[in-house]
């Protein structure tokens, strides 16, 4: 079951130590203070009209918010944070930690949940129009800035 594989991905990455060095990991990208996890990747859209990433871009948000139903059972409600901001900020030369610099690139809003001195985040990669889409989950001990 994908939920399942989810879940167990963020328990994981919950209870694995940050590393030193920011780096590629076994599920996505970690570094100090931060794990950011590509939970499900889609084909890219190079051949498609618009039509069919429309289609997949529901699916994606629907996968995302029963994901988050399970999480909001563990956790409570989540707080939803755009990102759009701190891309703004980022393009005006402001310095934006990691992960949400890695995240306000291509994921334009998040659930939060606050679970033993972490944030958990969740939320779903665009990128440009030809590219896949990704479900991803951070956790992290950085505060969004």
Request: charged fraction near 30%; glycine fraction near 8%.
């Amino acid at each position: 079951m994908t939920a399942a594989r989810h879940l167990a991905t963020l328990d994981l990455l919950r209870t694995r130590a940050f590393p030193d060095r920011r780096g590629r990991s076994d599920v996505g990208e970690s570094g100090p203070g931060f794990h950011v996890a590509e939970l499900s990747t889609s084909d890219d859209f190079r051949d498609d009209d618009g039509s069919c990433r429309e289609d997949v871009e529901e699916q994606w948000e629907a996968e995302r918010e029963g994901l988050a139903l399970l999480l909001t059972v563990r956790w409570g409600e989540p707080q939803v944070f755009s990102l759009d901001s701190l891309l703004t900020r980022g393009f005006a030369g402001e310095h934006i930690p990691d992960p949400w610099d890695l995240l306000c690139n291509a994921v334009p809003d998040v659930h939060l949940w606050r679970v033993d001195g972490r944030w958990i985040v969740l939320g779903v990669a665009y990128g440009d129009k030809e590219m896949p889409l990704r479900l991803v989950a951070a956790v992290t001990t950085v505060d969004p800035p």
